[in-house]
């Protein structure tokens, strides 16, 4: 028996990067999988691979800051697979710069998708999970709403949203079969890190001090935070509700961040002596 056999998922953002990692995993522990994200030919890319590996898989077309279309994107996979037992709120966005270089414009966006989807997803499921009296929810959050990193201070504050999100509706829904947790990522090697690590100063010294930055000795895989997901969604978690796993290399105990820091960015030793 296959870990997620006969549960249908939904994970938002799985036309590439983390999520389709998490979708292609779960198609292969036995779930039906909605790829959600913004554009069609990126679900359809998901889709074909798992299919073409044996899994049950629809592409969902859906802006997760729509509600019309979020609405339309669960109706769809219930008609086609049953009710959703499984959502994975991984869709987001990240603006860098710091408060005074973010525009009023891109932080409304940030909110929108990182915190506005996964409200407008959770509602939309919710009411099938409760019906059923069983159900998983899993919110993407990050390492950073926890380590204030610098150049990132809208993403991080919806992350940080996110993990309260998730232990909030854990109470809500304990008694009633709904399981709702987080998962915090370090960094991990994936297209948001690389396009990131492309718009630094000095790529490549970026790109090494994330390596040295964890514990570990290096950034994570996709596979290693899929992994993570796949219990959280199966019943192995049965009496999980309410976490926040760090899957991060030990970066959150540790807690160093890397040193490209811009020229004015305050220092903190600096600081110290001029006192
Ligand atoms: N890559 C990392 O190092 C890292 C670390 C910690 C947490 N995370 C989190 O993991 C998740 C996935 O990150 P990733 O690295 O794969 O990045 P990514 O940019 O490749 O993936 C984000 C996905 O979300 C989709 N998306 C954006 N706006 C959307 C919208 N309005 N509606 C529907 N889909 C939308 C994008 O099209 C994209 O496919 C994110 O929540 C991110 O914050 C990533």
């Not at 389709?20 to 779930?31: H, L, M, N, P």
């Not at 889709?47 to 077309?61: F, K, N, P, S, T």
């Amino acid at each position: 028996m296959r870990r997620l056999q006969d549960k249908v998922a939904i994970i938002t953002g799985a036309g590439g990067g983390i999520g389709r990692g998490i979708a292609v995993r779960f198609a292969a522990e036995g779930a039906k999988v909605g790829v959600l994200d913004r554009r069609k030919s990126m679900c359809d890319a998901v889709v074909d691979e798992i299919r073409a590996a044996g899994g049950a898989a629809l592409a969902l077309e859906c802006d997760v800051t729509n509600e019309e279309q979020v609405t339309a994107a669960v109706e769809t996979l219930s008609a086609a697979f049953g009710t959703v037992n499984v959502l994975v709120n991984n869709a987001a966005v990240m603006p860098s710069g710091r408060i005074h270089e973010t525009s009023p414009e891109d932080f409304d966006r940030c909110v929108a998708v990182n915190l506005r989807g996964a409200f407008l997803m959770s509602r939309a499921v919710i009411p099938g999970m409760l019906a059923a009296r069983s159900g998983s929810i899993i919110h993407m959050a990050s390492v950073t709403a926890i380590l204030g990193l610098p150049g990132i201070a809208a993403y991080s504050m919806t992350k940080g949203g996110l993990t309260a999100l998730a232990r909030a509706m854990s109470t809500d829904y304990a008694r009633l079969g709904i399981r709702v947790n987080a998962v915090s990522p370090g960094t991990i090697d994936s297209p948001m890190l690389h396009n990131f690590v492309a718009a630094q100063s000095n790529p490549e010294l970026m790109r090494k001090a994330y390596d040295e930055m964890h514990p570990i000795g290096r950034v994570g895989t996709i596979d290693e935070v899929a992994s993570v997901f796949v219990f959280l969604a199966s019943d192995e978690a049965s009496f999980v509700t309410g976490a926040n796993y760090e899957v991060d290399g030990g970066l959150g105990v540790k807690g160093e961040q890397p040193q490209d820091k811009p020229a004015d960015y305050p220092d903190s030793k600096a600081s110290v002596l001029d006192i």
